[in-house]
């Protein structure tokens, strides 16, 4: 059951998506939200939950960027942009 108190986590598919529209590579990103790649890379395969501080800090990242992440009832389904295309 859905938790309408929770903020909807974003997915590893919305990440990749956002670093491509952005142009940013795994390293980029990382860096700029403070992460190592490797915990970046993890999360995108599908091979780890990061902690919910990191899951803030890349959605912080990709929002100050001028990326908007969409649910439909807190489930994933999808990005936005108000960042020019690369």
Do not use: D
């Amino acid at each position: 059951m859905v938790n309408p108190n929770q903020a909807p986590h974003i997915t590893p598919a919305q990440v990749r998506a956002a670093r491509a529209w952005l142009s940013w590579n795994q390293e980029h990103l990382a860096k700029l939200a403070g992460l190592s790649k490797e915990t970046l890379n993890r999360f995108e395969q599908g091979h780890s939950v990061p902690y919910s501080s990191t899951m803030e800090r890349l959605r912080q990242t990709l929002e100050g960027a001028g990326i908007r992440f969409l649910f439909r009832e807190q489930i994933a389904s999808g990005i936005e942009t108000t960042a020019p295309k690369s």
